[in-house]
Each structure stands twice: as structure tokens, then as C-alpha cells.
């Protein structure tokens, strides 16, 4: 077979004789192996190629199924994170609304504690009056005002404690959205403050009994200590009869710790004298040094009810009430 110029196939004779043909058909068989060989190394190659993404597909759709059960993984974990969101944002509900119960208790507490307050006011003005007919004898007397220091000192620490109080429910209110054991470590803080409140409550009857007796045996007193002093006999110099300086020897540092105190009360001029003025310096300055040091709390701000607010009260109270344990002299407050 040939091929003439215009393409076309044609039959040509050709005259071979038969060892020709044989070994031209073997030439023909041996690149027809040769070829087949090639074709097959080519296909060998492109099995193993083929074998070779196999293992590549199989590896990233291991990799996709793997990344699949991950995010699966991670949508159950945020859900059962909502879920947990969920449990806590209802029991910090929960908490508030104990804690407004708690503090509506404390405010009725407080209002109790006003009206026991006043009642004592009233007692004490009852035995004001009576106390210019009724001294008998220095030793009733000296028993009285006994009595009645107790008393004081009893009002003054429960008040203190109610301001403790509210400085320790002030900070936990502002905690509340920490732990459960936090809240926990609160209730029973809460309780132990209801409980210090109803021992509390409890004194301040027995003291009223106490005044009430205390009342009774004065009116039933008809004669005066000659040697009895009165509010109105007070003199500036009855600070000389205090354990400082009565019966010692008057000493620069006394002198100097006297003038000191007096220069405090300059700062308060302008303002009107009242009891709650009086009782402040009577409480928390009876020292000449370290009861300076004491913080300011609320039960020290009732004492300025009724006062005509100036600038000397609130240097007063910036300058003596406004430290820190490491400015103060004192060994206890240094302590601590």
C-alpha cells in the first residue's frame, strides 16, 4: 500500500518471496512488542500516578471527615456553653433578688434601731430633768452614770457594727457575679449579721430595762450630793480632773498635747454645738494621738445630723478620719 500525492490509497504488487516476508513480519512483531512495552511502562506510571491521588483523595477526605467530627465537637461544646450562660445568668437573677430581700431586712432592722434610738433619747431627757431633784448619795449616783456609760458605749458599738455591716453587704454586691462559692461564703456572712443583729436587738431591751429601773430608783431620791457637780457648773478646766493630767505632773508634752486639742476644735468655727458634736469629739478623740487615726465610717457622719455642713467639718474629717493603716502611729493600727 502506498499513498499517491492526491491522498488517495492505492494497491501496489509487490513481489517478496517468503523469507522476506518472515522477516519482515518479525521486524514488524519486535517494534509491535517494543511499542506495546512502552505503552505498558506508560501505563504502569499512570496506574501508579493514579494510585498515588488515590492516596492523596483517601488522605484529605480522612482529613475533611476529621475536620467535620471537630466542628461537630465545637457546636456541641458552645451549646452546651449557652446552655451553662443560661444556668448562671438565672441563678445571678436569683442571687439579686435574695440579696434585695436581705437588704430590704437590713433597712427595716436600721429603722428599728432609729426608733430604739429615739426612745433612749427621750429616757435620757426624762432623767435630765429628774436628776436635779433626785442625788441622794455618791455611790447611787457614781452607779447611774455607770449604768449609763455602759449604755452609751453598747449604742455606739452597734452602731459601728451596723456600719461594718453595710461596708461588708456594699462589697458584696459588687461581687456577686464571681462564683457560687462566693455567694455561698455571702449567705452565710448575711446570716451571722442577722443573728449579731438579733443579739444585738436583744441588749438594747435589757438596757431599756436597765434605764427604766435606773429611772425608778431616781425619782424615789429626794436630796443632792453637796459635793454633786452639775452641767452647770462645768468649767473649762474640769478637763484637768481627766486620768492625764489629774494628780500628775503637768509635763511639756502634756501641754503641748492639750493645745493640740484645742487647736482641733478651731476648725469647727461656725458650727453650731449640738449632742451629736459634743459626742464625736467625746468618742473618737479622747486620746490625744491615736484615736486621730480612726476611718471615717457612717455611724461617725450621724453625729453631724442636724449641723450646718462647712469646710472646717470637712477638713476635720479629711485630715484626722481619711488615713491608711501605714500612716497611723499606732502600734495596733500598724498591726493590723
Not at 207 to 231: I, N, Y
Not at 263 to 282: A, D, P, R
Request: a negative charge; proline letters at 1%.
Amino acid at each position: 500500500l502506498s499513498q499517491s500525492r492526491s491522498g488517495s490509497v492505492r494497491e501496489v504488487e509487490i513481489d517478496i518471496d517468503d523469507n522476506d516476508m518472515v522477516k519482515c513480519l518479525k521486524t514488524l512483531l519486535r517494534r509491535s512488542q517494543e511499542e506495546l512495552a512502552n505503552v505498558t511502562g506508560r501505563l504502569n506510571e499512570t496506574e501508579s500516578q493514579l494510585s498515588e491521588t488515590e492516596v492523596k483523595l483517601e488522605t484529605v477526605t480522612r482529613i475533611q471527615n476529621t475536620t467535620r467530627e471537630e466542628l461537630e465537637a465545637v457546636r456541641g461544646e458552645l451549646n452546651s456553653t449557652e446552655e451553662k450562660l443560661d444556668v448562671v445568668s438565672s441563678d445571678l437573677n436569683k442571687t439579686e433578688a435574695a440579696m434585695e430581700s436581705v437588704i430590704g431586712q437590713l433597712n427595716s432592722t436600721q429603722e428599728e434601731l432609729n426608733t430604739t434610738r429615739e426612745e433612749l433619747g427621750t429616757l435620757k431627757g426624762v432623767l435630765n430633768v429628774t436628776q436635779e431633784e433626785v442625788n441622794t448619795t455618791r455611790e447611787e449616783l457614781g452607779t447611774v452614770k455607770g449604768v449609763l456609760n455602759v449604755t452609751q458605749e453598747e449604742l455606739n458599738s452597734t452602731q459601728e457594727e451596723l456600719g461594718t455591716v453595710k461596708g461588708v453587704l456594699n462589697v458584696t454586691q459588687e461581687e456577686l457575679n464571681s462564683t457560687q462559692e462566693e455567694l455561698g461564703i455571702v449567705k452565710g456572712e448575711l446570716e451571722r449579721t442577722e443573728s449579731e443583729l438579733q443579739t444585738e436587738s436583744a441588749q438594747h431591751n435589757k438596757t431599756g430595762e436597765k434605764l427604766d429601773t435606773c429611772s425608778t430608783s431616781l425619782t424615789s431620791t429626794l436630796t443632792q450630793l453637796e459635793t454633786a457637780r452639775t452641767f452647770h457648773n462645768i468649767t473649762r478646766w474640769d478637763v484637768l480632773y481627766t486620768t492625764p493630767y489629774f494628780n500628775k505632773v503637768l509635763t511639756e508634752e502634756l501641754f503641748q498635747q492639750l493645745s493640740s486639742s484645742w487647736g482641733m476644735l478651731g476648725k469647727f468655727v461656725g458650727v453650731n454645738i449640738t449632742e451629736g458634736v459634743v459626742n464625736h469629739f467625746s468618742q473618737y478623740h479622747k486620746e490625744p494621738v491615736c484615736d486621730v487615726f480612726e476611718q471615717m465610717s457612717i455611724p461617725m457622719l450621724r453625729n453631724f445630723e442636724g449641723v450646718q455642713w462647712t469646710k472646717g467639718i470637712n477638713d476635720h474629717l479629711r485630715d484626722s478620719h481619711v488615713v491608711s493603716s501605714e500612716d497611723s502611729p499606732c502600734e495596733s493600727d500598724t498591726e493590723n
